[in-house]
């Protein structure tokens, strides 16, 4: 497959056409997405009108950006002028956005060209894209497994080649899960690193956009694309860009490198993943780096905290669906009725409960026993965090705990299904940005992926490491 | 050379769910919740929500049990405040787009049923 770096350049020098690029893409989409469904809306007439926008563009000497008639998919929960977006709820079927997300802006103008928008989780909560409403999206690498979530359409149509680059957000390993399940990269970049203008909110406090891709170099070309400061998000951070491609190609002699006790080994991790992530580690070392065992004691709490904080933060976000302004209205008597109707008929299952699991946490009495406390907690893995990058420049882990469950083996138990994000969920708590790069495969044959963790504003010194982990996956042969 | 392991010292010693911090969720409060999140549910959805819930709090008993007292408390990673734009009139979305997509529209308004308790 070419690369995205590669694509982008021959476009730019009028050696491919963006045309031929998406014609090859949509054709793809012709033959698998009926056993995949890893899309809610495939954007046909659009992308090869916009296609051949960036081809004119090119015909007459104008440059089309850094970005040039590459194939995008985007999560549908980011926000696009004129095509709906529907979050996967039947709450928002069939909504129009007035505005684009920054993310959107910013593609566009790096020339682009969006195929469609991805199937997901209903309003991001889940870790296998089963509480769709618009029904599962199946694993490329084997149809009866899930391709993880909450993103996991996007991460199912970058592994399916139906997109070159995708767009997911990660609120707790939402990017990073998926993209582990599917074998590709997927990257939760710093909290504030790109803008969540336009982002349909779940978390506010933990939700980030991040991109997916089949390396780590696209990767890190898709989020130097995307990330910088933008006055439209007020917790976007005052920076030009995440700098991925800095320190690319500088290998990892001298760094250091700590291995999370509390997640390579952990009770709850399979043993192949764990035995995938001490190869990644010892191909590290093998590499020049410094690679040792490390200990980030409050991690081991983060699943609690999250499952405090994100449905807390998300029953706040979600009252906005009163069949008012936008999407759904089922009618009633007056408008409490109205609201109860509305909400009680459009929110699927898994998006109620963690409504009421955040009512119920932020309400008198309860308060500071739960939500309180998680948020302290919070200031725990923080400080732990802290320690660990005195000593270490990046840490690793694995990304999610097993291998592709098959379809409806996590469905009937929450709790279960909340186990997948157990080594990602750190990150989002800190803010710090993590990468899921595939290393190789469990002993069903399915991707693993390997999660490389880096502090805040990390990601140089993230995608260096990312890089080698990949040229070694690719050296076993088991990488892709 | 291997890294000091960071000891916890405000962990309590044990995480069983001894240090449960609440009564057991009960019936009564899913519905009084559900209600507070304007949400209906039928006595399946209720029966199947409080347990399913309280599995969930349950596995929360384990930072229940810690004893944190003097921690600070964390909102946000990144503690920006006021942050403010230049104050620069510019353009606002476009009304009849977003007019376009309400349920049911009077007059340039959001129109909406009747407000309980509301004299007509």
């Given at each position: ?46 992308a090869r009108a916009r296609a051949a926008e960036v081809d004119g563009m090119v015909a007459r000497g104008e440059d089309p950006g850094a970005l040039a ?284 409960r963690r409504i009421m699991l955040g009512t119920y946490v932020l309400s008198a009495g309860y308060y500071d026993a739960y939500y309180g406390k998680s ?106 | ?120």
């Amino acid at each position: 497959m070419t690369s995205v770096v590669e694509m982008a350049a021959a476009v730019r020098r009028g050696e491919l056409s963006a045309v031929a690029i998406i014609e090859q893409h949509l054709s793809r989409i012709d033959q698998d997405e009926a056993d995949i469904h890893a899309f809610n809306l495939v954007m046909a007439d659009h992308a090869r009108a916009r296609a051949a926008e960036v081809d004119g563009m090119v015909a007459r000497g104008e440059d089309p950006g850094a970005l040039a008639g590459v194939p995008v998919a985007l999560k549908d929960l980011i926000c696009t002028r004129g095509t709906p977006t529907t979050c996967s709820s039947r709450i928002l079927e069939g909504w129009v956005p007035p505005y684009d997300a920054t993310v959107v802006s910013r593609l566009t103008e790096a020339g682009a060209v969006f195929v469609g928008k991805t199937n997901m989780d209903e309003f991001a909560m889940g870790s296998s894209t089963e509480n769709s409403a618009f029904g599962p999206t199946r694993n490329p690498r084997d149809l009866s497994r899930v391709p993880g979530g909450s993103s996991g359409g996007s991460a199912a149509a970058v592994a399916a080649g139906f997109a070159a680059i995708a767009l997911g957000s990660d609120t707790g390993g939402s990017i990073r899960q998926p993209a582990a399940l599917c074998g590709v990269v997927g990257v939760k970049p710093t909290y504030g690193m790109v803008s969540r203008y336009g982002l349909v909110a779940f978390a506010s406090s933990l939700d980030q956009i991040g991109p997916f891709a089949t390396s780590v170099a696209d990767a890190a070309l898709a989020l130097d694309t995307i990330s910088g400061h933008d006055e439209a998000d007020s917790t976007s951070l005052p920076t030009d860009s995440a700098r991925a491609r800095e320190n690319l190609g500088r290998g990892v002699e001298g760094l250091r490198v700590g291995v999370i006790a509390e997640l390579a080994g952990a009770e709850g991790i399979a043993p192949d993943v764990a035995a995938r992530i001490r190869e990644a580690a010892e191909a590290l070392a093998a590499s020049g780096a410094k690679v040792e065992e490390t200990s980030v004691p409050a991690v081991r709490y983060g699943l609690s905290a999250y499952y405090m904080i994100a449905p807390a933060e998300a029953s706040s976000n979600l009252a906005r669906y009163d069949g008012v302004r936008y999407g759904l209205r089922k009618p009633g008597a007056d408008i409490t009725e109205m609201y109860m109707a509305t909400r009680s008929a459009g929110f699927g299952p898994e998006v109620k409960r963690r409504i009421m699991l955040g009512t119920y946490v932020l309400s008198a009495g309860y308060y500071d026993a739960y939500y309180g406390k998680s948020q302290k907690v919070r200031t725990l893995i923080i400080r732990d965090f802290e320690e660990a990058y005195r000593s270490f420049d990046v840490l690793l882990s694995p990304t999610a705990p097993t291998t592709a469950f098959e379809l409806g083996t996590k469905t009937s138990d929450p709790l279960t299904m909340y186990l997948s994000d157990i080594c990602t969920i750190p990150s989002n708590l800190a803010g710090h940005p993590a990468i899921s790069v595939p290393f190789g495969t469990g002993d069903d044959g399915l991707p693993v992926g390997a999660q490389v963790l880096a502090p805040a504003a990390g990601e140089p010194v993230m995608f260096q490491v990312a890089e080698v982990l990949e040229a070694a996956a690719a050296a076993k042969g088991g990488g892709r | 050379m291997c890294p000091p392991k960071i000891a916890l010292p405000h962990r309590a010693p044990d995480c069983s769910y001894d240090g449960r911090v609440a009564q057991p969720l009960s019936k009564d409060d899913v519905a009084h919740v559900a209600r507070l999140a304007r949400l209906s549910l039928s006595s399946e959805e209720l029966e199947r929500y409080t347990t399913q819930l309280a599995s969930v709090l349950e596995h929360a008993a384990d930072i229940g049990a810690l004893d944190i007292e003097g921690v600070p408390p964390t909102a946000h990673p990144f503690p920006l405040v006021n942050v403010f734009r230049q104050d620069v009139p510019r353009p606002c979305l476009d009304r009849d787009e977003v007019l376009s997509q309400a349920p049911e529209v009077e007059d340039d308004r959001f129109r909406i049923p009747r407000i309980l308790g509301e004299a007509l």
